[in-house]
């Protein structure tokens, strides 16, 4: 069974940093995997969708990498800046059938 | 502009009563499922839909129903069997088939008083 971490729990940057959110999962026979975003109260926003076969996906200052035989991904955002700030959800979807596996995500505060 | 609508935003269920999520999208996708996320918990499937009339139980399938007699509507039905019912309910969709991503619903959070 896919398991997902997300590690750290919880960040707070200083606005303009760089920074990288990290995901782990267990199982590499993925198809993809899909970055989202969630506010407070609020549904997914889909980030980057990075297929089994990409290293890397790119949408503004957000960079998603994906190395699928060490089960890891990394989201980088480049300059923070507050309106930044959400919870950061990794999904891979599993190979053989059609669904998403979450972490329990990465809760970002960018400091103004 | 295409899109997954789930209504209501908010909904309050009495103890025993059963309650119908709604989950509508026009974004043409074969492929319908329903999520429940709690405070410090990831998501977790509850059913998912690939093909209308027919539906499969997720990790937590217990206490919950579903139909998908249109293609485009996915209702989740909390029967009064669900022990712990007060939860944010997500809905996404997708095309079936390995390369394209998930759209989401905007969420309804469900309180029983």
């Known amino acids: 069974k896919q398991e997902v971490t997300q590690i750290p729990a919880a960040l707070s940057v200083p606005e303009g940093e760089n920074l990288v959110l990290n995901c782990s999962f267990t199982?590499?026979?993925?198809?993809?995997l899909q970055w989202f975003r969630q506010d407070p109260g609020k549904g997914l926003t889909s980030l980057l969708l990075?297929?089994?076969?990409?290293r890397e996906q790119t949408s503004g200052r957000l960079n998603a990498s994906l190395d699928k035989s060490s089960g890891r991904s990394t989201l980088y955002i480049a300059a923070s800046q507050p309106g930044d700030s959400a919870t950061y959800l990794c999904?891979?979807?599993?190979?053989?059938?059609?669904?998403?596996?979450f972490g329990t995500g990465t809760r970002l505060t960018i400091i103004p | 502009d295409g899109g997954i609508t789930q209504s209501p935003k908010y909904l309050f269920r009495k103890e025993g009563q059963n309650v119908t999520l709604s989950c509508e999208q026009n974004l043409n996708h074969d492929a319908m499922y329903w999520y429940r996320q709690d405070p410090g918990q990831g998501l977790r499937l509850i059913y998912y839909s690939q093909i209308v009339n027919d539906f499969q139980k997720g990790d937590i399938a217990e206490g919950y129903s579903v139909s998908r007699e249109k293609k485009e509507s996915f209702p989740l039905t909390v029967t009064s069997a669900q022990k712990n019912p007060t939860a944010f309910y997500l809905c996404?969709?997708?095309?079936?088939?390995?390369?394209?991503?998930?759209?989401f619903g905007s969420g309804t959070r469900l309180t029983v008083v």
């Open positions: 990075i297929q089994s076969s990409q």
């Open positions: 199982d590499s026979a993925i198809y993809n």
């Open positions: 996404a969709s997708s095309i079936t088939g390995t390369v394209y991503g998930y759209t």
């Open positions: 999904a891979p979807r599993d190979f053989g059938n059609e669904k998403l596996t």
